[in-house]
């Protein structure tokens, strides 16, 4: 682990800190994870089952959706192109079929409409028409996560976030960043209060935010790119936000001031909205989630009826014994109940199939009850976001502020699973806004079953990555402990829900694993959740085309990698994951946490750097 001369001092023991990987916790992040647009959708069909030439493969399962009459009052935004330039007539015609003409786009032959998505069948069967794609959003630096993540997809069909509040437990959050206004300029901010002990008149003049974290995650939720010409939009721009201040100038806290965000949250839950918890920080684990007060915390959130997303932790490169990272997730992020997510980078592409592992992402399973976590990945890595002027952050790394429309240093460049966390969160609120009535339960599930298999679809077993501030190479295997259910997929997320229905029922419980003789078994449910009452079994959420889909996963599949080391017990490293391992039973605990790890240096450090 490297310091730079200007990096905050390690926190003492006992205090807690955002989980962002330090220097640059980058906005590669602002949404960009999920595949690109129509990557693997199905083809387009015409009312006769086959495919249709006019309707682009993006819009395919809207069209599905029109065809079934199951559309509703969804609106989505296209360019339609006809064989001749278009007529009155033809916008006529749009006009009839409930379409709003935006622009005529007669160099194309075509114009950009917004329609009713019930209206896409007719469009199919108009010989007049050419073609019907998607109006993607245009941005010059984060489209790479947008299309990544199929994020424009969900707000072609009106998805945007707006009637959802999300409380954000962080170090605060700037509102007079005109990037969380509304269009009257009125901050979405709707409710300030401090856990930390910090002088109200430090926080005035609307500089909530004196570390600049919480600022940074809240533009990645729900941004509205207002002084970037839309170039850094967050997830959900209509979002609303409740802030509650848990950590410091410097990034600290403690177990008590995050549980009393928590407790408030949930407090305020019925007068705000409050559907989304936003958790990007963390800590060792020292006791089970069973005992630890933080877990159950997360889990009173939980059940009162908040989805709870938490970051994973930047513990990846952390090798006790040579385990590569494996065991490092932190708390609260270790419970089985709420939504944990690591990090992946673009490098330098808009395609999903680009984005692999961040090296830094950690990975389970967890100490002490080997829970599989994290439950799905998600880009963030360069991440641009809003930035808190005279913040912490931003003074110690001036280097990574960049200028908006208005020729100040609006936002700033993080690298980190805190960036990663809030794409998950944005995808939260816009699954909220179309369903209102998903529970925490069925949020996760349906984020997790819709996650892009990146091991299978983009055929990853390992990759590698120079990391040159280190001078170290890291290698990432493609297992369950490290990218979860998957990458996470905005656009399938919003648009598969009738073939999701099954997953309506139980709780969305996180299993944990057990190693016996060489095989790594899926245990679902714990003592307060019984495992028939846990939504996924043998198939879906894992993906029935891989190993993970059974019931026991062999350790020496080629998916989970052959020399990974949790699952070779002659290696030194096979006991920090697993504990001392007798026979064919096992400890109950685990020690990347334990007295061979300095708990002041790794647990709470937040120094480090992107990834190159």
């Not at 940074?216 to 207002?226: L, P, Q, R, Y």
């Not at 043998?538 to 998916?559: H, K």
Request: one cysteine or more.
């Amino acid at each position: 682990m490297v310091r730079t001369q200007n990096s905050p001092k390690p926190k003492k023991r006992g205090e807690r800190h955002s989980a962002a990987w330090g220097k640059r916790l980058s906005l590669v992040l602002f949404l960009a994870t999920g595949m690109a647009f129509g990557q693997f959708a199905n083809e387009p069909f015409g009312a006769t089952g086959k495919f249709s030439s006019r309707i682009a493969p993006e819009l395919s399962d809207l069209l599905a959706a029109a065809h079934q009459g199951t559309a509703k009052d969804q609106t989505v935004r296209v360019i339609v192109q006809y064989h001749q330039v278009p007529t009155e007539a033809h916008y006529a015609t749009m006009k009839n079929r409930g379409g709003v003409l935006h622009s005529k786009l007669h160099m194309i032959k075509g114009a950009a409409f917004t329609i009713p998505v019930s209206a896409l069948a007719k469009l199919e069967a108009d010989p007049e028409i050419a073609s019907v794609s998607l109006d993607h959003p245009m941005k010059v630096l984060d489209e790479t996560t947008d299309v990544a993540t199929g994020v424009p997809s969900a707000w072609s069909a009106g998805y945007t976030g707006a009637g959802v509040t999300v409380a954000v437990i962080d170090s605060g959050i700037n509102d007079s960043h005109p990037d969380l206004h509304n269009a009257n300029g009125t901050s979405r901010v709707l409710y300030h209060q401090d856990f930390t002990g910090t002088p109200t008149t430090n926080l005035i003049g609307g500089k909530y935010d004196l570390y600049g974290h919480g600022t940074h995650v809240a533009g990645i939720i729900g941004g509205n790119g207002s002084l970037s010409g839309g170039q850094y939009e967050g997830v959900a721009p209509a979002v609303s936000f409740v802030d509650l201040r848990a950590l410091d100038e410097n990034g600290a806290g403690t177990d008590s001031t995050v549980i009393a965000a928590i407790q408030e949250a949930i407090a305020l839950q019925s007068t705000y909205n409050i559907r989304i918890m936003n958790i990007s920080l963390g800590r060792g684990i020292f006791v089970s989630y069973t005992q630890d007060p933080l877990c159950q915390a997360v889990e009173s959130a939980w059940k009162s009826g908040i989805v709870v997303v938490v970051a994973a932790g930047n513990y990846g490169r952390l090798s006790v014994d040579g385990s590569d990272g494996y065991g490092t997730v932190t708390a609260p992020g270790n419970d089985p109940f709420v939504l944990t997510v690591g990090a992946t980078k673009s490098n330098g592409s808009t395609s999903a199939s680009a984005e692999t592992l961040a090296s830094y992402s950690s990975k389970g399973p967890t100490t002490y009850d080997h829970i599989v976590k994290p439950d799905m990945v998600a880009p963030g890595n360069d991440i641009v976001s809003l930035s808190a002027p005279g913040a912490t952050l931003e003074a110690v790394y001036p280097a990574e502020l960049i200028t908006g429309t208005d020729g100040n240093n609006d936002y700033f460049t993080l690298s980190g699973t805190s960036m990663a966390t809030p794409a998950v969160v944005g995808a939260a609120a816009l699954l909220l806004q179309e369903q209102s009535t998903l529970t925490p339960d069925q949020v996760k599930a349906r984020l997790m079953q819709t996650a892009t298999k990146i091991n299978v679809a983009f055929g990853l077993v390992s990759t590698s990555a120079y990391v040159p501030h280190l001078s170290q190479t890291f290698t990432s295997f493609y297992d369950m402990f490290a990218v979860g259910s998957g990458l996470l997929n905005v656009q399938s997320a919003t648009t598969s829900s009738s073939a999701l229905a099954p997953a309506a029922l139980g709780a969305a419980l996180s299993p944990a694993v057990s190693y016996n003789n060489g095989t790594v078994s899926l245990v679902y449910g714990n003592t307060t959740v019984a495992s028939t009452s846990v939504v996924w079994g043998a198939s879906v959420v894992w993906g029935a085309s891989v190993v993970w889909g059974a019931s026991t996963v062999s350790g020496t599949s080629v998916v989970w990698g052959a020399s990974v080391p949790w699952n070779n017990s002659a290696l030194s490293a096979f006991s920090v994951v697993w504990g001392s391992v007798t026979g064919t039973g096992e400890s109950a605990t685990s020690v990347v946490w334990g007295a061979s790890v300095s708990s002041t240096d790794a647990a709470f450090s937040d120094a480090g750097d992107d990834e190159q």
